[in-house]
């Protein structure tokens, strides 16, 4: 390795699907960026390891070394009390890394990439469901500090589908997405479907959870395709978005907010447009919804220059930004 180069720092985008680093020179050029599996233990128990993998993996592949890394940010699912650093610090644990860290939930660093650290409020939905606010006073505000949570991860979509098809609350427009709902689990009838849920559809929590999710895709598609049963189910968790967007929307002192959504769930094409249609009708603030500006695991990056002391120039904000271009597109 070139122990020689100039400093570097890493940033750790660490989701409930995936594990993303990037290692980032001072001048903002980014030199590695790797992704693994799932980052929260609450997800993967392997999720200690997948992060110093990663973290392993992006410096080999940058050609640096632990310890010329000036500083990490790490954004980890599931780190949400102090408790939970327990589990969460030994993730970057590694010999030679004893640059300062930095760990935080995933939303704070996904919030640093979409907005640039400018107010205004993310909503994340894929793997987990979070919405997370900074105020133009500085205030950081997630919905669950007011005990608030919007059911639309994927794996609520896929649970509320399947429990609507169980229930028999289906009709015409809902046959394509009752037949693929048989199919994902593997079953030719929903009376069968019924004797797979009683054995609990799969014993570990975890990975009924993560089998659940796959699904969602298939919900959102039918959403789209005029399903009834799954635009109840999609506009349920739309109305549950608007509603912790809403009251976080309610500490900011300006009549405008800037949202921007973030997740696979509200990238779908169904929840985007409902979720345009359903902001502009809300009678609390003017909600200006944007595009992300970077991608969370630039976001964490973006976090560890500043963390590092390194002056974010136009040029630094150039540089990370081609790479986050370049995985959004």
Known sequence: MNRNSGGIVIGIDGGGSHTRVMVVETNGQVLAYVEKGASSIHKDLQAQRNVREAVSEALRQAGRDAGSVRALTAGIAGLDSESD????????????LNCPKEHVNDAVVAH???LLAEPGIVVISG?????YAVTEE????RNY???HYAASA???LAYDATYELLAGNTGDSDRELAEDILRFWERPSVAQLAELALQGFV??????????????????????QGSRLARQVCDRAIHQISVGVEMLASYFSGPEVTVSFIGSVC???????????????CNNKVYRLVSPAFTPVAGAALMALKRSGTPVSSEVLDRLGRHSHSRNG
């Open 267 to 281: 990238r779908s094409e169904y929840f985007r447009q409902r979720l345009e249609t359903v902001m502009a009708g």
């Open 112 to 114: 640093s990439g979409a």
């Open 85 to 96: 650093l327990e589990w969460v610090l030994p993730m970057t644990e590694l010999e030679g």
């Open 145 to 147: 500090d007011l005990h």
């Open 127 to 131: 793997t987990g469901s979070i919405i």
């Open 138 to 141: 500085g205030r950081r505000i």
């Open 154 to 156: 994927a794996r609520f």
């Open 203 to 224: 014993a570990d929590r975890r990975e009924r959870n993560r089998k659940f999710a796959l699904l969602a895709p298939a919900v959102t598609r039918a959403a789209l």
